[in-house]
């Protein structure tokens, strides 16, 4: 059983920036993709990155692409969502998550992915 808890969120201007984290435990971290999703007030939840098991490939939903940047720490059993240029429709409650599919099959597939963290709230005022 892997256990995820997001932290990092808050309350930020538009035009800045936020550094989201991802603790994992209870599993071997380097055997999963980590997706990042997200979920505004009475929306779905959308797909925001995903990363390979060892960070090689990244993929982005076009909302974020060229201001969010999803790494990862194997060894720190840890994955991370840098938010740069934050627009408020960015506001939303920010989850991560592990699967154990391949990144480029997991994607943004929430049934592909098998663990979810409880999200860190996020919110853009203009």
């Known amino acids: 059983q892997v256990q995820l808890v997001e932290s990092g969120g808050g309350l930020v201007q538009a035009g800045g920036s936020l550094r989201l984290s991802c603790a994992a435990s209870?599993?071997?971290?380097?055997?999963?993709?980590m997706g990042w999703f997200r979920q505004a007030p009475g929306k779905e939840r959308d797909f925001v990155a995903v990363?390979?098991?060892?960070?090689?490939?990244?993929t982005y939903a076009d909302s974020v692409k060229g201001r969010f940047t999803i790494s990862r720490d194997n060894a720190k059993n840890t994955v991370y969502l840098q938010m740069n240029t934050l627009k408020p429709e960015d506001t939303a409650l920010y989850y991560c998550a592990s699967s154990s599919l391949p990144a480029s099959q997991a994607m943004g597939n929430i049934p592909m992915y098998q663990y979810w963290g409880q999200g860190t709230q996020v919110t853009v005022s203009s």
């Open positions: 209870g599993g071997t971290f380097s055997r999963y993709a």
């Open positions: 990363i390979s098991r060892y960070g090689v490939t990244t």
